[in-house]
């Protein structure tokens, strides 16, 4: 059977896109971000994950507010990224997992989650620049992949509960994937940040740290708080959290901190990174 290693979530700011095109990682305003992954791509280099499967929520290149699936599953052999209108670099396709997709799928769907199924799919940032964080230079990525696609944008959005059972039927659908197999879980957006309107700029750091310290010591603590409780908390984008918890879920009762790290701002967002080892 396969073996869960372990997840990671980070966040998945356009500008980091254009700071690693531009080299910037060493600036002053930057580095503090990127200096949280060395540590990381040390464990990585370890555990040697062969799969990722990559939890995260759409900005337009796939689905847009006319057709926008609460969950969606990518089952085609490769995936490509596009850009999305601000000059984010076209990265090298990814190589899917189909065996694993269709086994999440099928599994899934045998736990009553209603999914959208996609035999063609585009990624954009929040998939790209979490995977080019984690393994930078790539010119060919060393694991294969599964998207997961969370609606974050067009309400009615999934519960927090909604989307940690998610997480939870995945951990248990890769557990049973009958494959030799490493595979990694990875949630990628937030934490707070709000990016129009009245409080365009929001950043809530007291809420952010006790979520990520939620994430060890009692990780269903997020899903008391409704949507709309998460929206006032975190901002319009920081729901993008779901994500996270969907990851945290996958990953079952027992794990261990590998690292972390925080830093405000990367673009009026609070950027966050943190790594769980499976015990």
């Not at 230079?137 to 909604?162: D, E, F």
């Not at 934490?191 to 009245?198: A, P, W």
């Amino acid at each position: 059977m396969a073996t869960l290693i372990g997840g990671i979530t980070t966040s998945h700011v356009p500008a980091i896109g254009r700071a690693i095109a531009r080299n910037l990682q060493g600036d002053a305003y930057f580095k503090p971000f990127f200096d949280g992954f060395p540590p990381i791509h040390d464990w990585l280099a370890t555990a040697k994950p062969d799969v990722a499967v990559v939890l995260y929520n759409d900005h337009g290149l796939n689905f847009f507010l006319d057709k926008m699936p609460t969950f969606a599953v990518g089952a085609a052999p490769e995936y490509r990224n596009a850009d999305e209108g601000w000059g984010i670099p076209v990265m090298p396709p990814f190589q899917g997992e189909q065996s694993l997709s269709w086994h999440l799928i099928e599994a899934l769907a045998g736990e009553d989650f209603d999914l959208t199924t996609c035999q063609e799919m585009l990624v954009d940032h929040a998939f790209t620049l979490p995977m080019a964080l984690l393994w930078p230079g790539s010119a060919a990525w060393p694991v294969k992949v599964v998207p997961v696609c969370i609606n974050t944008v067009q309400y009615p959005l999934p519960s927090a509960a909604r989307v940690y059972k998610l997480g939870q039927a995945i951990g248990r659908a890769i557990r049973s994937w009958d494959a030799d197999q490493r595979v990694l879980v990875v949630g990628t957006g937030g934490l707070s940040h709000q990016l129009d309107g009245e409080r365009a700029g929001f950043i809530n750091k007291d809420f952010d740290l006790k979520f990520m310290d939620s994430l060890l010591s009692d990780p269903t603590w997020a899903t008391k708080y409704s949507i709309t409780d998460l929206v006032e908390l975190t901002g319009t984008q920081g729901v993008e959290l779901l994500m996270w918890l969907a990851a945290r879920g996958a990953l079952g009762e027992h794990v261990r901190q590998v690292h972390r790290n925080y830093h405000i701002p990367i673009s009026n967002t609070a950027a966050g990174t943190l790594a769980l080892a499976c015990r």
